[in-house]
């Protein structure tokens, strides 16, 4: 019962990177899912959550107009497209599913399934 997040790499600025999370052995499809990140020397950090079926959609003001989360529910799959990547947006990301079927928060401990993370690294 995990998640599993990948898709991280090194990028230059101005550069777009995709990342998945996909649900191994969960019914993921039942909860709501966010997208979180740490950068070096910070707290761990809302990027974007979505709902359950992908009604209502949540970015916070650093991911707004330049990052697109979605879901296949089929797929099990939840995706974090981001495009317009800055020095800034280098971070581990994590994604993690909802404690419960109505979670709607950016609080962290709303969250009780997280993946392992992976690393995105903007750079020249």
């Known amino acids: 019962v995990q998640l599993q997040a990948s898709g991280g790499g090194l990028v230059q600025p101005g550069d777009s990177l995709k990342l998945s999370c996909v649900a191994v052995g969960l019914n993921n499809e039942m909860w709501p899912v966010g997208w979180f990140r740490q950068a070096p020397g910070k707290e761990r950090e809302a990027v974007a959550r979505i709902s359950r079926r992908g009604g209502q959609i949540v970015y916070a003001d650093s991911a707004k107009g330049r990052f697109t989360i979605s879901r296949d529910n089929a797929k099990k799959t939840v995706t974090l497209q981001m495009t317009s990547l800055k020095p800034e947006d280098t971070a581990t990301y994590y994604c993690?599913?909802?404690?419960?079927?109505?979670?709607?928060?950016?609080?962290?401990?709303?969250?009780?399934?997280w993946g392992q993370g992976t690393l995105v690294t903007v750079s020249s």
């Open positions: 993690a599913r909802g404690r419960t079927t109505s979670t709607w928060s950016d609080d962290q401990s709303e969250y009780n399934y």
